[in-house]
């Protein structure tokens, strides 16, 4: 396993200053968040020469760039939506395919207002099923996440069997499903044979113990037993990452250190 971090923790961070983070605390990882106006450049409008320069940065500093994430929801509420976020997905797919990254973070997204959600979930297939051939021409592969409504592990499965592609996987953010109340054996169970990539953040449970309203905790101080989660991905021999999504909730220079740690302890733990 490979300890990772998105670019959300220090969204001014240019890339050199994230580079420089994961080496100075030990990350393995780096994963850019693209179209959320982060300072690090990587972009569809970075140019070949560019995409070139940014290979170059992170093969000789010896950090991976093996995710990049993106805003792509396909459940849409019009056809045009549907195609645009189509098209936009391709080029992040030549962009990944550029920068030899190996995953796009991807979203099956809110289902839209007079739509069953039996409905979208058929939508979100077919349209990861064009993206993910397309994804599997360019090298790449793309991860439905378990978020918005898609946090429960078994609607990703349904949607991501039914997409009946090579190019698609799961990316298994560990809260989400969890949060609503499933197991981590659960979890695990139905994202094990397609998840590539993770995202990892600790959490306190709200006083009504709800899904709703929970607040991001350094790694161990919340209420989420990701060791455990990292036990089930040893099971199976998860080679991906674990990557902190630490949307602008602590100092850089505190968080990363500190989940650092605690991951490299839940992996050593896990062997």
Known sequence: MKISFMTFVAPEWSLEEHLTAAIRYGYDAIEPRCEADHNHGVELDTTKKQRKEIADQFESCGVALTTIATSRRYAS??????????????????????????????????????????DAKKVVAEALHECGEYAKKRGVFLCLETHDAYCNSADVLEVV???????????????????????????????????????????????????????????????????????LLATIDYQGSLSGEWIKSFDPDVILPHDAQMLRDYIAAAK
């Open 77 to 118: 509420a019009s056809d045009h939506e549907l195609e645009e976020t189509i098209d936009l997905t391709k080029q992040y797919c030549d962009l990944c395919a550029d920068l030899c990254a190996e995953n796009i973070r991807v979203f099956g997204g809110m289902t839209p207002e007079g739509m069953d959600f039996a």
């Open 161 to 231: 069997r039914n997409a009946d592609s090579a190019g698609v996987a799961i990316n298994w953010d560990v809260m989400h499903p969890y949060r609503f109340g499933e197991t981590m054996e659960t979890a695990l169970s139905n994202v094990k044979d397609y998840v590539r990539h993770c995202h990892i953040h600790d959490g306190v449970r709200p006083e009504d113990g709800g899904a709703g309203g929970w607040t991001i905790a350094l790694m161990g101080e919340g209420d989420i037993p990701h060791d455990e989660a990292i036990k």
